[in-house]
T-cell receptor
Framework: NAGVIQTPRHKVTGKGQEATLWCEPI?????VFWYRQTIVQGLEFLTY????????DSGMPKERFSAQMPNQSHSTLKIQSTQPQDSAVYLC????????????FGAGTRLSVL | GDSVTQTEGQVALSEEDFLTIHCNYS??????LFWYVQYPGEGPQFLFR?????EKGSSRGFEATYDKGTTSFHLRKASVQESDSAVYYC???????????FGSGTRLLVSP
């Protein structure tokens, strides 16, 4: 079991560019979550998929952030027109629905917007 | 909404000291309570959980007891090691069923 895999580990973009972050959940896990981690805000929930369907995107900034899960083996988080305040570590987590909410996190993607 | 409060932002100890990190929560019903640990360059790792009043969770010498009366889930370890240096997060599994809410984290620094 390779765990949750996130790529790339580091991404540097210029202001106004697009960034796409990838997540491969643990095989067999039916739920995928995205969190954003910053020193100031800590771990913030962004969005959640269950069986590939979007369930809750209440944490997503509305205008430039979007997430998809086209198949059970990967999810993407896309940020359009990146801004310096988007700089953060973006964490993906997956869980087995019977695991009492236990999340398994990837190592994260550190996004730096210059 | 549901929330978790960790009062210590940073704790500095020496090896073999006793550790307590305080965690209090606000939620209705019986949320699951968790401790996660995060090492530099890694995502948070599940440490242990408890799901009902008076249940004790434990792993790697760390333990915490679910206390619904005081809405607390304090992390304790009798004798810390330098390798325990990390950030510790208390979290609750929302009573709505799926969302996990994290506290602000406590950085533990253990010196030899």
């Amino acid at each position: 079991n390779a765990g949750v895999i996130q790529t790339p580990r580091h991404k540097v973009t210029g202001k106004g560019q697009e960034a796409t972050l990838w997540c491969e959940p643990i095989s067999g896990h039916s739920a995928v979550f995205w969190y954003r981690q910053t020193i100031v805000q800590g771990l913030e929930f962004l969005t959640y998929f269950r069986n590939q369907a979007p369930i809750d995107d209440s944490g997503m900034p509305k205008e430039r952030f979007s997430a998809q899960m086209p198949n059970q083996s990967h999810s993407t988080l896309k940020i359009q027109s990146t801004q310096p305040q988007d700089s953060a570590v973006y964490l993906c987590a997956s869980r087995d629905w019977g695991s009492q909410n236990t999340l398994y996190f990837g190592a994260g993607t550190r996004l730096s917007v210059l | 909404g549901d929330s978790v409060t960790q009062t210590e932002g940073q704790v500095a100890l020496s090896e073999e000291d006793f550790l307590t990190i305080h965690c209090n929560y606000s939620a209705s019903g019986y949320p699951a309570l968790f401790w996660y640990v995060q090492y530099p360059g890694e995502g948070p790792q599940f440490l242990f959980r408890a799901s009902r009043d008076k249940e004790k969770g434990s792993s790697r010498g760390f333990e915490a007891t679910y206390d619904k009366g005081t809405t607390s889930f304090h992390l304790r370890k009798a004798s810390v090691q330098e390798s325990d240096s990390a950030v510790y997060y208390c979290a609750l599994g929302g009573t709505g069923g799926y969302k996990v809410v994290f506290g602000s984290g406590t950085r533990l620094l253990v010196s030899p």
